[in-house]
Every structure is written in C-alpha cells, then in structure tokens.
C-alpha cells in the first residue's frame, strides 16, 4: 500500500497547470452562447465565471484541483481550498456554497483522505461558505479542491483586465512558493523556510478582498500557476504595458536560494517559453528571472489602482497583509515594445 501522497506524483498543487497557450487554441475552437447575463465567461482569462441574476445580484462561479504540495492530508486540504476560494474574491465575492472534488488512489490509505477532507472542510468555514456535497472517484494519483459559487453585485465586479495608464500594482503575497515545494518534494527545503510558505498558502485573500472595497480598484487577479508575469501579462493585454522594480517585490525566504540550486519546476520553464517574447528581463540575473515565473500555489492578489489611492490601500492590507507592497506601474503599450520590464 502506498503511504504518502507524494507516491507516483511527479508535480503539485498550481505547478501541474496545462499549458496557457495549448488551452488557449482548444478554447478557440469551442462553440460560444451569448448572453446578457453572462458577464465574465473564459474571453479574458478572468478567474471565475460572473452570471447575472438581477441588477444587483450575480453568481461568481470557479473550480480549481490539483495533486499535492505537502505529504500531509490536513495541509492539502486546507492549501487546495484555500486556492479555490481564492477566485472568487478576485472577482469581487464573497463565496456562499463550496463542493468537493476527490481523485483518490484505492492503495492509499483511506484515514489521509479523511484529513484532506477536513482540511478543506476547515478552510470553507472559516471563508464563511457552505460544504454541501462533492463528487468523488478513484485515480491513480490524488488529487483534490473544489467547486465554489459565490454572489457579488453586477457594479462591484472586478475584472482582471481593465488597468489604466498611470496605476500603480499592488502585490499582497510574497512570491517564491513553487521554488520552496520543489526543493521540499525533493527533501532539501528548510523548516522555517516551507513553514512560511504554508503560512502564505493557507491564508485566505478574504480579508485583503475586504480591503479593496474601500478604494477605487482599476483591476485584480490572483497569482497561481502561470507566475507573476503570466497573470500580469493578461492583466494588461495587448494596449498596456507595465514596468515592475524586481527589488520592490515580496519573496518568502530562501525563494532566491532554492532558485540559484534550480529547484524549478516543469510549469515555470513553460512559462518561460510562452513570455519569452513579451518580458524585458535583460536587467535581471537567471535566478532573479526564476523568481517572476514561479508558480505560485494559491498566491495573492495582484491589484492595479490609481497611484494616488495605492499608499491608503497598503495601509488597510498591511494588517493581514504584511508582505503587501506597491510592486510597480501600468503604462502605454509602446509600438513593437514589451508587455512587461522589469528593472
């Protein structure tokens, strides 16, 4: 009988993401409805689905799973869950109602199952939502998270593609978390080092939501597997651009370390590959470079708002956002220029 969750699983929790852009060409191909109703479908990459109800009440609705990022049923539960509530206040809302999805191998022993389970179960409480059933199957390697609907007013929305020029980018999370699994799948992460990034993980961006809704917010995503600049790049689209200071950004310690002994994941290298034409990274070292397309496994939010409101916001996130820090700005797409620099 296999005895850990790591048994035959070659990657965890956001790192085992498909390819942007291999999705990107089967979307394409799928048949579209139309609605009025249907205010956010899958057109911007946004994180969660927006369905109109009424002029003041709509559905946000998301599902996320992943294998696991730690040998430990309770963490799993709570980090996945975490990560899959983690859209809905990307969008704006609070979720109401959480569904279980359970891959779960038949040589495991069923008891770390019923850890996941309370992890997750955990975590949808304390997000204020309800645990109200799941589907479950067997598969040869685990995998777990959720399906979560949410309610948010139509006019507080929030999109992750309408930054504008002059904004200044909040991150709330401390980047590094891929790096920091890695080396610990492969035995060589420090204690104090994967403990924080767990911290960060099983934190939920509720509060940090909250805080938004007290300023005038342009755009938000949160950051999971395509890294920063992944989730950046379509933040800003093809009419805006954005120019980040490497030296402003939260890194959970030993990020750079684990970076320069290339614990990299198979995710990060991808994403490399697809933003190779689109990031000027020439005043970045290689590791510095690992740092930015990262996956993140349930990360922050990635806020961009006008410049004279981003010192008042960091103010309200630094409460429960103590790594929180002004990361950058959203200009104009120059004529043949890059999407993202980072200086």
Do not use: W
């Not at 992943?66 to 709570?78: E, I, N």
């Amino acid at each position: 009988m296999a005895k850990s969750l790591f048994d035959g699983c070659p990657t965890g929790g956001c790192g085992a993401k498909l390819d942007p852009a291999l999705l990107a060409q089967f979307l394409a191909r799928l048949p579209r409805r139309f609605s009025d109703q249907l205010l956010v479908s899958y057109d911007h990459s946004d994180d969660a689905a927006v369905f109109s109800l009424s002029p003041d009440l709509a559905v946000v609705s998301t599902v996320d799973f992943f294998p696991p990022m730690v040998d430990d049923g309770r963490l799993f539960g709570q980090i996945a869950a975490t990560n899959a509530l983690s859209d809905i206040y990307a969008m704006g809302g609070q979720p109401i109602l959480a569904l279980n999805l359970v891959c779960f191998p038949q040589n495991l022993d069923p008891e770390i199952l019923a850890e996941i389970l309370l992890g997750g179960a955990e975590t949808i409480a304390k997000a204020g939502a309800f645990l109200a059933g799941g589907h479950s199957i067997y598969d040869p390697l685990p995998k777990y998270g959720l399906a979560v609907t949410g309610l948010v007013n139509p006019k507080e929305t929030r999109y992750n593609h309408t930054v504008k020029v002059g904004d200044a980018l909040i991150l709330t999370k401390p980047l590094g978390v891929g790096l920091i699994l890695a080396a610990h799948r492969a035995g060589e992460s420090q204690k104090t080092d994967l403990a924080a990034a767990i911290t960060s993980m099983t934190r939920l961006n509720a509060a940090a939501a909250m805080a938004l809704k007290q300023k005038p917010i342009s755009a938000v995503t949160d950051v999971t597997g395509f890294g920063l600049l992944g989730h950046l790049a379509e933040m800003v689209g093809t009419d805006y651009s954005a120019d980040l200071n490497f030296d402003s950004l939260p890194l959970l310690p030993g990020a750079l370390n684990y970076a320069a002994e290339f614990f990299i994941s198979g995710l990060a290298q991808r994403n490399r590959l697809n933003l190779a034409s689109k990031v000027d990274l020439t005043a970045l070292t290689p590791i510095q470079e690992e740092i930015l397309f990262d996956p993140q496994t349930s990360g922050g939010l990635l806020i961009s708002l006008p410049a004279a409101a981003a010192n008042g916001l960091l103010l309200l996130l630094k409460p429960t956002e103590p790594e929180a820090a002004i990361i950058g700005t959203i200009t104009a797409r120059e004529p043949g220029g890059a999407a993202i620099t980072v200086l």
